[in-house]
């Protein structure tokens, strides 16, 4: 592991420079993308459908490589178990409890099994799910999965938080409700995490900044801070919010006329 | 692979089969095997026109694998067969009563066919090989039930190549094609038929429904007839036939094996009986020894009387006088 | 107790119909018995005959199970071989399902001149008829496994080994026993197909051989007795790959959901 004073030495958590990405020779995912993520950030991509957002939490995430340009996580590269990884869906393995879900990445950090069983427990009870331990996949809702699946990322104690729209295929209550759990997840760990969304309140609501993406090829439109420091329900609902959204909406509007 | 789908085909196939009736002035005779000289008497008969000559109007159908003639009549898919002796008396032991009308061979020429390498000329030497037969043919199954051998079988899948590769094997087969073909091969076969080895029976038996011939007597008479004229003309000058069954019916049996299998037919169509009852006589000693046999060897459960399963009342002697 | 009342109940009273109607049919329809037997003789027989059914089915029993064994051993290990590499997929591939289009009854006569009679060439048609649903069900759940999966497991830095033992190996269950249930039957069908042409005679004899033997001597009822003999061995075989796949994998797998809901 990396000392934390190392770490602390470079507040930069994910560095992109001058980035590229092209699927072949006519189509361009991504073109001249420069983003820095500082630690402790919250920071949401979000953009038209198909403009390459997850592609660029994919390269983030070193599971694909640019076509030019640079992505560096300085201090956590090649440091296993840094980079959290979320999906859309939970992704879970059917034939696993809750628990033994939680535990897949830390076998494959080769943890004792002992560890990963009280590591597992804690994660669960972290994003509240204490008491369903044994159950399996098909025996949860889809919010619960999508908890199991934020445990099995938060039980890594990652170093970076890389999550494509996770709450996207669930109803708007259970979605809000984990908004706000999650909330309080990353704040109390001081994570630092890139968030893919398609929904501008959402953005809004988790981050601290939010960099709008355009249309293909995607290139940074604009990067507007979030001034809140306070989180609540009710926020959502102040003309402050309402405001920042208003302009988030209106970027990434111009960033659809770019063509 | 589910029972209920299982019988319901079956159901469906004997309904579909019952459905299928001959029509009433076609009479249509099932043989046993792909055309060959074994039926050498139908189609001599039909080449030379004395069905036509009797105003029958005769239909010959080629048997072949899973062909059992003896079900076709007896569903009456067929007016006459043409099978065993033992088919016959199996009928009658399932309730069926066949009658069987004329004899082409006086000795089955079915037996086993060995390597004349092993030696072997008896049913003793048999123990000793690998039997290579179709389950269940009664002779072979009666002569193991006399002799007590018990050699190993394997099920007989047509094909002699097996038994050309081994020396210690013995296949069934047919005294009047086999041994050519295999002496063709490379091989130096001994044929040793049921008789030789002690079990002697009629082959090429043709037989109707006994309903039948009580209803239809001058039609059978007419019919075998046909077939003594047609067997006689045949032992006479068998070329013609061979030729006609080569060229018309079955363009597989070739005219050297045809002329093979005429040459060892002389022999076995012919008896005592055929000299003073006609060509494709029988007599009540061989039918009898037969049935008791099988009975015996525990092949039918039933005793069966042989004597109402056969006659040579439809036969003309004077069919005994081409035999040179 | 009561699910398998449930399970049991309707097939069984299926059952009943058909033997009550089988035989109503045979007494109306006055069908002699040896073009259709009815249930009362062919049980008759089946009791008669019970030494040789009872040599059949055990002969029959051992050489379908040597058949499927050998058709899992193989098809598992050619389907593990087949999902490491797309191009030995691509290559080899077809040609199994060339295997499987080779007709089995027409090639046992070689089977024969190869290795010999009895046991080893049935159990090879056996084989040949059964190697296929298991290696194609394999292998399509080794290689239709959630990316996503894959993904997550490569970022914490997993090697094929790992990925395989997690997610792939896990993955397959289902759709191996998918293809042993296929199999399975076929191992048995396979098996009666290959005694019926190159089976062994005798205290050897199978059921395939009987199935020959009976209609040789035109004796329907013992071809019928002979038929069910291998319809039973055929379902307990279904039935054995049933039971195993609820026994590894009944709590999670969705088509075992129905049972213990």
Same mark, same amino acid.
């Given at each position: ?15 992109? @420079? ?12 991504? @073109? ?10 919250? $920071? ?54 809750? +628990? ?18 009280? @590591? ?8 509240? &799910? ?9 025996? &949860? ?13 938060? $039980? ?21 409700? &984990? ?26 609501? &988790?981050?601290? +900044? ?50 | ?45 039909? *080449? ?15 048997? !072949? ?24 008396? *199996? ?44 389950? !269940? ?30 020396? #210690? ?16 091969? !490379? ?39 046909? *077939? ?18 080569? #060229? ?5 049996? *070739? ?22 009852? !006609? ?16 009975? #015996? ?28 | ?78 389907? %593990? ?23 089995? %009854? ?81 191992? %048995? ?73």
């Amino acid at each position: 592991m990396v000392a934390a004073s190392e770490i602390r030495a470079d507040p930069v958590r994910v560095s992109i @420079r001058d980035l590229e990405k092209r699927f072949s020779q006519d189509v361009v995912a991504l @073109r001249g993308i420069d983003l820095d993520v500082e630690e402790g950030e919250f $920071v949401s991509l979000v953009g038209p459908s198909g403009c390459g957002k997850s592609t660029l939490l994919r390269l983030v995430a070193g599971l694909d490589h640019p076509t030019s340009g640079k992505v560096a996580r300085p201090g956590i590269d090649d440091v296993p178990g840094s980079v959290g990884f979320v999906f859309q869906d939970a992704h879970l393995l059917p034939w696993r409890t809750a +628990r033994r879900n939680v535990e897949l990445l830390l076998e494959i950090q080769n943890i004792p099994g002992e560890e990963r069983r009280r @590591r597992a427990q804690e994660a669960l009870a972290r994003v509240g &799910l204490e008491g369903f331990e044994d159950a399996y996949p098909r025996q &949860l809702s889809g919010g619960m999965k999508m908890r199991v699946s934020l445990a099995r990322t938060l $039980v890594l104690d990652p170093q970076l938080f890389l999550l494509d729209e996770p709450f996207g295929a669930l109803d708007e209550i259970t979605r809000e409700k &984990l908004n706000d759990d999650f909330l309080e997840l990353t704040r109390s760990s001081g994570l630092t995490t890139l968030f893919v969304t398609h929904s501008v309140t959402e953005a809004v609501y &988790l981050s601290t +900044r939010v960099v709008v993406i355009s249309d293909r090829p995607g290139t940074v439109v604009d990067e507007i801070p979030v001034p809140f420091t306070e989180r609540h329900r009710g926020l959502r609902n102040t003309p402050e919010f309402v405001k920042t959204c208003a302009v988030v909406s209106e970027t990434l509007y111009r960033g659809m006329g770019e063509r | 692979m589910r029972r209920p789908v299982t019988l319901l085909a079956m159901l469906a196939i004997v309904v579909a089969a019952c459905g299928e009736k001959v029509e009433d002035d076609t009479i249509s005779v099932q043989t046993d095997w792909f055309a060959s000289t074994d039926h050498a008497a139908l189609y001599a008969a039909e *080449l030379y026109g004395y069905f036509e000559d009797r105003n029958l109007d005769v239909e010959i159908r080629q048997g !072949g694998p899973g062909i059992r003639a003896a079900n076709d009549v007896a569903t009456e898919t067929a007016t006459f067969g043409l099978a065993l002796t033992e088919n016959t008396i *199996l009928a009658a032991a399932e309730d069926v009563e066949l009658l069987s009308v004329f004899a082409t061979y006086q000795e089955s020429p079915i037996g086993l066919m060995v390597h004349e390498s092993s030696g072997v000329s008896d049913i003793e030497g048999i123990a000793d090989l690998t039997v290579q037969i179709f389950p !269940g043919q009664v002779f072979w199954e009666v002569l193991k039930h006399e002799t007590g051998i018990a050699p190993v079988e394997i099920a007989f899948d047509g094909s002699m190549t097996a038994w050309a590769e081994n020396p #210690d094997w013995a296949v069934q087969g047919f005294a009047t094609t086999n041994p050519f073909d295999a002496r063709k091969a !490379g091989a130096r076969p001994r044929m040793l038929t049921a008789t030789q080895l002690g079990f002697r029976s009629y082959a090429g038996v043709i037989f109707t429904r006994q309903s039948y011939a009580r209803e239809n007597p001058q039609a059978v008479q007419s019919f075998v007839e046909a *077939l003594q004229q047609g067997f006689a003309e045949f032992l006479a000058d068998p070329e013609p036939v061979i030729e006609y069954i080569n #060229d018309k019916v079955n363009a597989d049996f *070739l005219i050297e094996v045809g002329e093979a299998a005429a040459s060892v037919m002389q022999d076995l169509a012919v008896s005592q009986d055929t000299e003073s009852s !006609g060509l494709g006589a029988m007599n009540a000693g061989v039918w009898d020894d037969v049935a008791a046999r099988m009975f #015996d060897a525990g092949i039918i459960r039933s005793e069966v009387d042989a004597s109402t399963l056969w006659t040579n009342a439809y036969l003309s002697s004077h069919g005994a006088r081409v035999i040179q | 107790m009561k699910r398998v009342v449930e399970l049991i109940g309707p097939p069984l009273l299926v059952l009943l119909i058909v033997v009550g109607l089988w035989s109503l049919a045979v007494r109306v329809l006055g069908l002699p018995a040896f073009v259709l037997p009815g249930p009362a003789r062919v049980f008759e027989t089946a009791i008669v005959e019970s030494e040789r059914l009872t040599t059949g089915f055990r002969n029959t029993l051992i050489a379908s199970t040597v058949g499927l064994a050998a058709a899992t051993l193989v098809g598992v290990f050619g389907a %593990v071989i087949l999902s490491t590499s797309r191009v030995l997929e691509r290559a080899l591939y077809p040609w199994a399902v060339v295997l499987q289009t080779v007709p089995a %009854v027409a090639v046992a006569p070689l089977f024969v001149l190869w290795v010999g009679p009895g046991l080893v060439s049935v159990v090879l048609v056996a084989f040949i008829i059964a190697v296929f649903p298991i290696l194609a069900n394999t292998l399509m759940g080794l290689v239709s496994t959630d990316p996503a999966l894959i993904d997550l497991l490569r970022m914490q830095g997993a090697g094929r080994v790992a990925i395989f033992r997690k997610i792939r190996l896990p993955n397959s269950l289902p759709y191996f026993f998918t293809g042993m249930r296929i199999s399975a039957g076929l191992a %048995v069908i396979g098996t009666i197909v290959g005694e019926m042409v190159v089976g062994r005679g005798g205290a050897e004899a199978g059921l395939g051989y009987y199935v020959v033997f009976s209609a040789t001597q035109l004796k329907t009822d013992f071809v019928f007795a002979t038929i069910i003999v291998s319809t039973a061995l055929g379902i307990a075989f279904f039935l054995a790959m049933v039971g195993l796949s609820s026994l590894v994998m009944g709590r999670w797998h969705e088509s075992e959901l129905r049972l213990d809901r």
